[in-house]
């Protein structure tokens, strides 16, 4: 399955697009400021070797973490993923998760404007995604929920162990490998057949 891609919108409007309604209404400017702080964080931490073991990524979720601990609220996380996702790796999705993993709030909304991988890494938070994502989505899931609007790459919720996956497009390639709990809901089709001897808990 070939996941569609959505043209880059000009630099100038890129969060003309998205309104946020945040209960508390922040300044618009300082909103800015520490966006781009976390934006100047992204850049300074070294690539991932994006090996798909778990030793890997374990390896690669840890090293990005480090840098991840900043604090910031879900408004600075919604407008730092619609930057990020312009040219997305295995880093932004674990940055992004990181990011919502240390922030105190509960629930989030991340835009995707190229399909981010890795994103829901160990999650146990509420995640809204407006996009597609790539592969390794909802990786090592603890809890909470993960929606995502589009369609998502291989590997969706390998070793997870709770929470519930929501997808309303397409899955490709395998998923649920290693799957040990929690629940995925996938609302368009698949391109392969699940393994029964992959998943060893867990609802599909």
Do not use: W
Not at 17 to 32: G, H, M, N, W
Not at 150 to 170: P, Q
């Amino acid at each position: 399955m070939i996941m569609k891609q959505k043209p880059l919108p000009p630099a100038g409007a890129r969060f003309g697009k998205y309104k946020s309604e945040p209960e508390v209404r922040l300044d618009q400017a300082e909103v800015r400021k520490t966006v781009e702080a976390l934006e100047d964080a992204y850049k300074g931490i070294p690539a991932c070797t994006g090996k798909k073991s778990k030793s890997g990524m374990a390896q690669d979720s840890a090293m990005v973490r480090r840098f991840g601990r900043l604090e910031c609220v879900p408004e600075h996380i919604e407008k730092l993923s619609i930057v990020l996702s312009e040219a997305p790796d295995a880093k932004t999705g674990y940055f992004l998760s990181a990011l919502i993993d240390s922030c105190k709030a509960e629930n989030f909304t991340i835009h995707s404007i190229l399909p981010i991988p890795c994103l829901g890494y160990r999650n146990r938070k509420n995640v809204t995604v407006e996009g597609d994502l790539g592969d390794r989505t909802g990786n090592s899931m603890r809890k909470g929920t993960l929606r995502v609007s589009g369609n998502v790459g291989e590997g969706l919720g390998a070793g997870m162990a709770g929470g519930t996956i929501i997808v309303e497009g397409d899955v490709s390639g395998t998923f649920a490998k290693g799957m040990r709990g929690g629940e995925i809901r996938i609302n368009g089709d698949l391109d392969t057949k699940i393994r029964k001897s992959d998943v060893l808990g867990g609802r599909i």
